[in-house]
C-alpha cells in the first residue's frame, strides 16, 4: 500500500503560480511513477503530468505543457507540481497518483493509488 497526501492548492489569480506537494507513505516511493491529474466540475478526470522513478523522463498535457513542471525528491518521498501562468481552466481538484510500473501513462486507469484531492481556484 502506498497513501498519498497533496498539499499546496489555493486561490490565485491568472497569471500567478501555485506548487503542489504530494508526500507518500507505505511501500518504496522512489520504485514508483507518479503522475497528477485533475478533475473539474462536470468532466472526467484528465492527466496533467508524470514522472519516472529516477525523474529522468516526463510527460505532460497539452495545455500545460511550458506552464507546469512536475518533479520528485525521492529523499522526502515527495512528488511536487509547478503550476506558473495559471489559467481560468486550471481550476480543479488535483490528484497525487502512483503506479507501480517504469513506464509513464496518461491513463487514469493505470494507477494504483491515489491521494485525496487539493482545490486549486484560479480567478479572471
Known amino acids: 500500500q502506498v497513501q498519498l497526501v497533496e498539499s499546496g492548492g489555493g486561490s490565485v489569480q491568472a497569471g500567478g503560480s501555485l506548487r503542489l506537494s504530494c508526500t507518500a507513505s507505505g511501500r518504496t516511493f522512489s520504485r514508483n511513477i507518479m503522475g497528477w491529474f485533475r478533475q473539474a466540475p462536470g468532466k472526467e478526470r484528465e492527466f496533467v503530468a508524470g514522472?519516472?522513478?529516477?525523474?529522468?523522463?516526463?510527460s505532460y498535457a497539452d495545455s500545460v505543457k511550458g506552464r507546469f513542471t512536475i518533479s520528485r525528491d525521492n529523499a522526502k518521498n515527495t512528488v511536487y507540481l509547478q503550476m506558473n501562468n495559471l489559467k481560468p481552466e486550471d481550476t480543479a481538484v488535483y490528484y497525487c497518483a502512483a503506479r507501480g510500473s517504469l513506464w509513464l501513462s496518461p491513463s487514469a486507469y493505470e494507477y494504483d493509488y491515489w491521494g485525496q484531492g487539493t482545490q486549486v481556484t484560479v480567478s479572471s
Open positions: 514522472i519516472t522513478w529516477s525523474g529522468g523522463s516526463t
